[in-house]
């Protein structure tokens, strides 16, 4: 008599289900691990922001300090120069010189409205110098530059426009320099980092919206009761109402 046997199941079958569950076992561990990295990220993050405050506001009180002793002594104190520039274009195409046009492509200033951040060193005062009539520029301070990448924050992503709704966007890309969350990101960018030129351009220039309550008139300098060229400080209140 034969032996009654239970059904024979094919090899490719037998095959498949093993690489089923290797496959299985492999997605499990590698959810795990970004499960793990995703908490620890977290907790970095976290310390990493709690740092950046205490650091600004140790720059706060230092420079409050700096401030009372001056008016002590019956002087009065000038800021350090700033190392930051945020540039904002104002005016069209209209009778421009190809020379200016080619700067302000240079600058990623390729629409009226839109903002850029800029380090200040010899070349980029010389190429602002060329388009002042055309811009308004001055040195935007931390609540500015926060508001800007939170509210206004695209990043280049392959090439593409992407929105920083995620920590891991950031991460993709900046995170061989040390920089995995947006706050990383506004700590480079507000103190000129040694990664500026990276997290620079990283973000897509902003887009901003006509300011409210319009511009006075942008053909003048700001100096003659105009818009264009250096406001110093008082590039905050125009972001405020451009953002």
């Known amino acids: 008599m034969a032996e009654k046997g239970g059904p024979i199941v094919p090899e ?52 409050i300090q700096l401030k009372r002793e001056a008016r002590l002594k019956g002087g009065f104190y000038v800021n350090p120069e700033a190392k930051l520039l945020f540039i904002i274009r104002i005016r069209g195409i209209n009778a421009m010189h190809p020379q200016t046009k080619k700067i302000l492509q240079l600058l990623r200033l390729r629409q009226i409205f839109n ?13 602002l110098h060329r388009v002042e009539p ?11 530059v926060r508001e800007l990448i939170y509210k ?12 920083l709704t995620d920590n891991s966007i950031i991460e993709q890309v900046l995170g061989k320099h040390g920089i995995i969350c947006i706050e990383d990101l506004i700590h480079e960018i507000l103190t000129v980092g040694p990664h500026f030129k990276e997290a620079n351009n990283f973000l897509w220039p902003f887009q901003l919206s006509a300011p ?30 451009m953002n």
């Not at 903002?115 to 190429?127: C, E, S």
């Not at 055309?134 to 500015?144: C, D, E, I, Q, R």
């Open 115 to 127: 903002g850029v951040f800029l380090k200040v060193n010899k070349a980029t005062v010389n190429m």
């Open 12 to 63: 490719s079958v037998l095959k498949k289900q093993k690489r089923n569950e290797e496959w299985a076992l492999a997605k499990k561990q590698e959810l795990v691990a970004v499960k793990e990295k995703k908490a620890a990220n977290r907790k970095l993050i976290f310390n990493r922001a709690k740092q950046y405050a205490k650091e600004y506001a140790e720059q706060e009180r230092e420079l």
């Open 134 to 144: 055309y811009v308004t520029f001055g040195y935007p301070n931390l609540k500015s």
């Open 152 to 163: 206004r924050g695209f990043g280049k992503v392959n090439k593409q426009r992407i929105a």
């Open 212 to 241: 409210l309550g319009g511009l006075k008139k942008k053909r003048n300098h700001y100096v003659e009761g105009g818009d264009a060229g250096n406001r110093e400080d008082y590039i905050n209140e125009l972001i405020r109402r």
